[in-house]
């Protein structure tokens, strides 16, 4: 009788929480929105493609958006492979950019260019107008002036990939240590902080040699590093180097076992947050509109997926002791299943927030990857709420077999998690649809 209660009790609490699921996700897809993706060419003067009659005295880019561009940011090849653009292009950030040039040959000229838009994100590609009539190379000599070697490209997504499991894994570990489990000692999370800060050093460095055109090694220079330094992906990496270092001694603090008291540890837990917060200063959440709503919406996006990647790692390594550390349990486990409803919310709404229609989602490769994340959040629904539910009172239980059932609920959701947190590495490097 008393199970077929908690049963009957336990269905009607799902049943509430799908309800409210689903009218929240009615509420985010009824929101207006509007989408803006990576900066992109809107027109140029000469028209890309067309044909003048004598050489321009300068070619006019205008963009979408605001771009950030160094002094060869525009590259302009004529029909002989030589190079005419003349001086640093006018201005260095704006969405109209003005390059000079000292063009004085009959035939097809390329013009390659480089701009960092306000999201982070560095587009690097190429146009083609000619003067009198088509011919040269100079098409070739931009498009090759644009590419990004493959290696290059994969050491940047393998850095960010291994920056951003790490800011997680320090940030939920921390908060995990200062909120769901005070008293525990934290592990991997001052590690976690000098593989995020390690990993951004490489990032930086690689960011620096796709916007100079140089490579990896011979980008450790000033000329580079002032190249990223001075553009929106720069200037948030810093930002998240800062806070990063910061959290370092709270980090130390917690691994020591030091009591810590209340109001204490709800301000460490607050660097931590912040720590989390800092990856949505950059990339498409200070683009989208509104950005007062777009922009919080992803903090509280990170700092849920923090909180469940770093509660999990922890819960790895307190397994051997689950017996005695049940109320922590039961309370991660509450945490758990509401970190996951906010991050489906929270990436519904940005979902249609950056596409234009439903269809995108299908037509799009961008729209696609973000498909596959609402797939994999919503496939662990159904695990966060047998864990809620049913994990911790088969704890309670069954004591003795309490470390090998934490180690396989651990295994599950870190396997569904790493795989979320790729795509999403995937998912800033590919523009959105236009």
Same mark, same amino acid.
């Given at each position: 009788?008393?199970?077929?209660?908690?049963?009957?009790?336990?269905?009607?609490?799902?049943?509430?929480?799908?309800?409210?699921?689903?009218?929240?996700?009615?509420?985010?897809?009824?929101?207006?929105?509007? $989408?803006?993706?990576?900066?992109?060419?809107?027109? +140029?003067?000469?028209?890309?493609? +067309?044909?003048?009659?004598?050489?321009?005295? +300068?070619?006019?880019?205008?963009?979408?958006?605001?771009?950030?561009?160094?002094?060869?940011?525009?590259?302009?090849?004529?029909?002989?492979?030589?190079?005419?653009?003349?001086?640093?292009?006018?201005?260095?950030?704006?969405?109209?950019?003005?390059?000079?040039? !000292?063009?004085?040959?009959?035939?097809?000229?390329?013009? &390659?260019?480089?701009?960092?838009?306000?999201?982070?994100?560095?587009?690097?590609?190429?146009?083609?107008?000619?003067?009198?009539?088509?011919?040269?190379?100079?098409?070739?000599?931009?498009?090759?002036? !644009?590419?990004?070697?493959?290696?290059?490209?994969?050491?940047?997504?393998?850095?960010?990939?291994?920056?951003?499991?790490?800011?997680?894994?320090?940030?939920?570990?921390?908060?995990?240590?200062?909120?769901?489990?005070?008293?525990?000692?934290?592990?991997?999370?001052?590690?976690?902080?000098?593989?995020?800060?390690? &990993?951004?050093?490489? +990032?930086?460095? $690689?960011?620096?040699?796709?916007?100079?055109? !140089?490579?990896?090694?011979? /980008?450790? /220079?000033?000329?580079?590093?002032?190249?990223?330094?001075?553009?929106?992906?720069?200037?948030?990496?810093?930002?998240?180097?800062?806070?990063?270092?910061?959290?370092?001694?709270?980090?130390?603090?917690?691994?020591?076992?030091?009591?810590?008291?209340?109001?204490?540890?709800?301000?460490?837990?607050?660097?931590?947050?912040?720590?989390?917060?800092?990856?949505?200063?950059?990339?498409?959440?200070?683009?989208?509109?509104?950005?007062?709503?777009?922009?919080?919406?992803?903090?509280?996006?990170?700092?849920?997926?923090?909180?469940?990647?770093?509660?999990?790692?922890?819960?790895?390594?307190?397994?051997?002791?689950?017996?005695?550390?049940?109320?922590?349990? $039961?309370?991660? !486990?509450?945490?758990?299943?509401? &970190?996951?409803?906010?991050?489906?919310?929270?990436?519904?709404?940005?979902?249609?927030?950056?596409?234009?229609?439903?269809?995108?989602?299908?037509?799009?490769?961008?729209?696609?990857?973000?498909?596959?994340?609402?797939?994999?959040?919503?496939?662990?629904?159904?695990?966060?709420?047998?864990?809620?539910?049913?994990?911790?009172?088969?704890?309670?239980?069954?004591?003795?077999? $309490?470390?090998?059932?934490?180690?396989?609920?651990?295994?599950?959701?870190?396997?569904?998690?790493?795989?979320?947190?790729?795509?999403?590495?995937?998912?800033?490097?590919?523009?959105?649809?236009?």
């Amino acid at each position: 009788m008393r199970r077929s209660v908690q049963a009957a009790r336990a269905w009607a609490r799902a049943r509430r929480t799908l309800v409210t699921l689903t009218l929240a996700l009615l509420a985010t897809l009824l929101a207006p929105a509007s $989408a803006a993706a990576h900066a992109h060419l809107v027109s +140029s003067t000469p028209a890309a493609g +067309s044909t003048v009659a004598t050489p321009p005295t +300068s070619i006019e880019l205008t963009f979408s958006g605001t771009v950030t561009l160094g002094d060869d940011g525009v590259r302009v090849f004529a029909p002989s492979g030589a190079e005419v653009q003349s001086g640093p292009p006018n201005p260095h950030k704006g969405a109209k950019i003005t390059q000079v040039l !000292s063009a004085t040959e009959t035939g097809t000229y390329g013009v &390659s260019y480089t701009v960092s838009s306000e999201d982070g994100h560095v587009i690097k590609e190429s146009i083609t107008f000619s003067v009198g009539s088509k011919g040269g190379d100079a098409a070739a000599d931009a498009r090759k002036a !644009s590419e990004v070697p493959r290696s290059l490209q994969l050491t940047f997504s393998i850095a960010r990939f291994v920056e951003i499991l790490a800011l997680l894994v320090a940030a939920g570990g921390g908060i995990f240590a200062c909120v769901i489990a005070p008293g525990w000692r934290p592990r991997l999370v001052v590690a976690a902080l000098l593989v995020l800060l390690g &990993s951004q050093a490489v +990032s930086f460095i $690689a960011n620096g040699a796709i916007l100079t055109g !140089s490579g990896f090694f011979e /980008s450790i /220079s000033g000329e580079a590093i002032g190249a990223t330094r001075d553009t929106p992906y720069g200037r948030s990496m810093l930002l998240r180097a800062i806070v990063a270092i910061v959290a370092i001694g709270p980090a130390v603090l917690l691994r020591s076992g030091v009591r810590v008291p209340d109001p204490a540890r709800w301000m460490l837990a607050a660097v931590f947050g912040g720590l989390a917060a800092s990856l949505s200063i950059t990339g498409h959440a200070v683009t989208t509109q509104p950005t007062w709503l777009r922009m919080p919406l992803d903090m509280v996006h990170v700092g849920a997926a923090a909180i469940w990647l770093g509660g999990l790692v922890q819960l790895a390594y307190l397994a051997p002791f689950a017996g005695t550390y049940v109320p922590q349990l $039961a309370r991660f !486990s509450r945490t758990a299943f509401a &970190s996951v409803v906010v991050i489906l919310l929270t990436g519904t709404y940005a979902t249609f927030a950056e596409l234009d229609s439903v269809g995108d989602l299908l037509d799009s490769t961008y729209g696609r990857l973000i498909l596959g994340k609402l797939v994999l959040y919503l496939g662990t629904m159904p695990l966060a709420w047998n864990n809620m539910s049913a994990f911790v009172p088969a704890i309670r239980r069954r004591p003795d077999d $309490a470390p090998r059932m934490l180690r396989q609920y651990v295994a599950r959701e870190l396997v569904l998690v790493v795989c979320v947190v790729a795509l999403t590495v995937w998912l800033i490097a590919t523009p959105q649809p236009t």
